[in-house]
């Protein structure tokens, strides 16, 4: 593999347990800076915000640091365009409310059948409070790619919003989220991606792509259980926050509601400087490429810490598929043709003839193998699919730091069942 995985599971003290840990789609493992970034925190800085005195003071310089390093992430024009929260879907609950102001009775949006429930409910509840028609676009569930004629034919409509995901956290299926956003913004729909289960995978640019909004949670990139949410600055300056009066009305402060996570999000800042660590360590080869993109400083190390980091998982997939295509009546759902690898992440969702979804985890759990069941959230997936009512699926997820020896002792553990 392009990475040295000794060096890279050291940075991740979770892994010294004799487990294998498949259940990352679900929520990966944290880094060893994401523990010292927390530990020190709640140690030596832990207090409210806007104090005068010594501990506020340093809490507020650290809060501001993982907005600043969460821009160089996701490559925002600026840090107030980074809004923290608990999680993807209280942050997507609280925008939705926010963006839905701005619509009118007889206005339409539209949502996919391919999307974690996160970035279809709160638009439901919010179209159904203001009167508004919901247009669903459906997937292939031969390839589970979404139906780009099926968004095409919408898009007719003038919605007034596309929610779509930049990754499936259910098929793996990576969407054209670039093309997706020239379509919509050609009939003036904004565009609000769940990013969480692409985040983990790849690099994310939020200029190139031109999305108004972009969420994703930290716990899905080996950080902390907190959300991240990017929204172009002069459409968070223009929404309404709902907020208690005291609250100030410039961003991002503004949609921050209460007393944040603090020791949350300085994890966030630990998760961002894991990645600069790995991109410093195995990213030089990428270094002339990405500079040329205009890329420089931490944007540059972190753009060449998820190529490489990319790079690596590409493997991982390749042996996956093939495993999981081996095994002896196991039905694989989405992707499955090596050709197009690159147009998924390493997330795997399979049924095994005659094993219900949950007795199939719990006999790879006997085997200290960690694999999620069920539907995931992803509820109109399963549905789509005809699976809900049996059990969902079986799901295996690989990450960086996951090995080709365990995905063979997987293959060895699935042969059992």
Same mark, same amino acid.
């Given at each position: 593999?392009?990475? #040295? ?21 679900? =929520? !990966? ?26 501990? &506020? ?20 024009? &600026? ?92 098929? =793996? ?20 991606? #769940? ?21 994703? &949670? ?12 990017? =929204? ?31 020791? =949350? ?30 890329? !420089? ?22 042996? *996956? ?19 197009? *690898? ?60 996951? !090995? ?14």
């Amino acid at each position: 593999m392009s990475l #040295d995985l000794s060096l890279v599971r050291k940075q991740f003290p979770a892994l010294e347990r004799n487990v294998i840990y498949f259940d990352n789609p679900g =929520g !990966t493992q944290v880094a060893r800076q994401v523990i010292e970034r927390m530990n020190d925190y709640l140690v030596k800085h832990n207090a409210n915000h806007g104090g005068a005195f010594a501990t &506020s003071i340093e809490s507020d310089a650290i809060l501001e640091e993982a907005h600043q390093a969460m821009a160089d992430f996701l490559n925002a024009a &600026s840090p107030s365009e980074i809004i923290f929260g608990n999680n993807m879907t209280t942050l997507t609950l609280h925008m939705s409310r926010s963006i839905a102001r701005l619509w009118n009775p007889g206005d339409e949006i539209v949502v996919t059948r391919l999307d974690h429930d996160a970035n279809i409910s709160p638009w439901l509840l919010a179209a159904q409070d203001k009167g508004c028609k919901v247009h669903w676009v459906d997937f292939d569930v031969e390839t589970g790619t979404l139906n780009l004629d099926d968004l095409q034919k919408a898009l007719e409509r003038k919605p007034r919003l596309v929610a779509v995901g930049y990754a499936s956290n259910a098929l =793996g299926t990576i969407n054209p989220i670039g093309k997706i956003v020239q379509m919509a913004h050609a009939v003036g729909s904004l565009v609000y991606v #769940d990013a969480v289960q692409y985040a983990p995978h790849g690099p994310i640019d939020v200029q190139k792509l031109g999305c108004d909004f972009l969420v994703c &949670s930290s716990y899905k990139f080996f950080g902390p259980h907190a959300g991240i949410l990017y =929204g172009r600055a002069d459409l968070l300056n223009e929404l309404f926050a709902y907020k208690v009066r005291p609250a100030t009305n410039e961003i991002p402060g503004k949609f921050e509601t209460g007393t944040q996570n603090h020791e =949350g999000i300085a994890g966030v800042l630990g998760a961002i400087e894991y990645f600069e660590w790995l991109g410093k360590t195995f990213g030089n080869k990428y270094y002339e490429g990405l500079a040329e993109e205009g890329y !420089t400083g931490r944007r540059l190390t972190l753009k060449q810490a998820m190529v490489a980091l990319h790079a690596a998982e590409f493997e991982l997939s390749r042996a *996956l598929l093939e495993t999981l295509e081996a095994i002896p009546g196991l039905h694989l759902y989405g992707l499955t043709d090596p050709r197009r *690898l690159d147009e998924r992440v390493p997330t795997f969702s399979f049924t095994l003839k005659g094993r219900h979804p949950r007795q199939v985890a719990e006999k790879l759990a006997a085997e200290n193998i960690f694999v999620w069941d069920g539907n995931y959230y992803a509820l109109a997936v399963t549905e789509r699919l005809g699976l809900e009512q049996s059990g969902g699926m079986v799901r295996v997820g690989a990450a960086h730091y996951n !090995t080709l020896e365990e995905v063979e002792r997987l293959r060895q553990a699935l042969l059992k069942c």
